[in-house]
């Protein structure tokens, strides 16, 4: 079954405003990765993070590897409307490159 | 970056009959892909990993008699649905692994409706 906690569900948020989600498991990941789902298509990866501790920025996304490495995060600032989709945080536990999923934060931005 | 495709990208079929979908990397070789499943508004599950030149590996609970993988070549992955019913009816994602670092490209998805 699912390990991985993802939350919150789902956010409405206003343009503009900063958006924060977390993952979080019970057992130990190597590798955490975060990733944007359009519908109907397939994932996108945003941030990959490979190291305890490391926090790694692209744009307006910021994710972190949290220090017991059973936990990540990540931030989205100044939201705009393109933002809107389904946000997946993902877990690996080697480098062999099979992930478990969490459950997704499906995020809506209101102009 | 690596480009995954699948086809189709949507079939309807009659309950009963047997639906193959491809998977392929277009600019790079994979030893490795994996076929995840859908279902709406929920998570990927993982059901197989496909490995190039050996059998899949399934994950627990998925029958590798109803879902066959071949991974014939460095560039393909096949994913049949034998006796397609109903309640496999779902959007199936191929992914395939690129680079030292092994990272995950995904393709866009196929929607699969059983009537």
């Known amino acids: 079954g699912q390990q991985l906690n993802q939350s919150p569900q789902s956010m409405f948020i206003q343009e503009g405003e900063d958006v924060s989600m977390n993952c979080t498991s019970s057992s130990i990941f190597n590798t955490w990765l975060w990733y944007k789902q359009d519908p109907g298509e397939g994932p996108v990866l945003l941030i990959a993070l490979y190291k305890a501790g490391e926090l790694t920025s692209n744009g307006r996304l910021t994710a972190q590897f949290g220090i017991t490495r059973k936990d990540s995060f990540l931030n989205i600032s100044a939201s705009i409307p393109s933002d809107v989709g389904i946000y997946f945080c993902?877990?690996?536990?080697?480098?062999?490159?099979?992930?478990?999923f969490g459950d997704g934060t499906t995020l809506t931005v209101k102009p | 970056g690596a480009v995954v495709s699948q086809h189709p990208s949507w079939v309807i079929c009659k309950s009963g009959t047997s639906v193959k979908i491809e998977c392929r990397s277009l600019d790079f070789q994979a030893t490795t892909m994996f076929w995840y499943r859908q279902f709406p508004k929920q998570s990927l599950m993982l059901m197989a990993t496909?490995?190039?030149?050996?059998?899949?590996?399934?994950e627990q609970g998925v029958e590798k008699d109803k879902f066959l993988i071949n991974h014939a070549s460095l560039t393909l992955s096949t994913l049949t649905v034998t006796s397609a019913h109903p309640e496999d009816s779902s959007f199936y994602i191929c992914s395939a692994l690129a680079g030292s670092d092994n990272e995950q490209f995904f393709g866009p998805g196929t929607r699969l409706t059983v009537l």
């Open positions: 993902a877990g690996q536990r080697t480098n062999a490159g099979k992930s478990t």
């Open positions: 496909s490995n190039e030149g050996s059998k899949a590996t399934y």
